[in-house]
């Protein structure tokens, strides 16, 4: 069975479930705004800068790992050769099927 609800209807609230309700809507706002604030002062913030020295830190990073793979170190030349081989393959298939 449903319950009706008319103007007749009375709704009751102790005073412990009220100051839950009110409590709970003040953490709710304070929340909220503190989150607001800390949004922007992130995007007041200046973004990070790379310095010239850190650009060429990873700059010679990179080259040494592509010289790495172009040489034959630890099999990892052997590695890239089996991969462009096996890739061959693969297009061939693709190609069949099409």
Request: hydrophobic share 40%; proline share 2%; charged share 30%.
């Amino acid at each position: 069975m449903a319950t009706e609800v008319s103007e007749n209807t009375k709704f009751t609230l102790d005073l412990k479930t009220i100051s839950l309700i009110v409590g709970f809507s003040v953490s709710l706002a304070t929340t909220y705004f503190s989150l607001k604030s800390d949004i922007a002062l992130a995007m007041e913030k200046p973004e990070p800068v790379i310095t010239q020295q850190e650009y060429q830190y990873k700059d010679e990073i990179v080259r040494q790992t592509i010289m790495l793979t172009q040489q034959d170190v630890d099999g990892i030349k052997d590695d890239v050769q089996e991969i462009k081989e096996s890739l061959k393959v693969l297009e061939e298939r693709l190609y069949e099927i099409n």
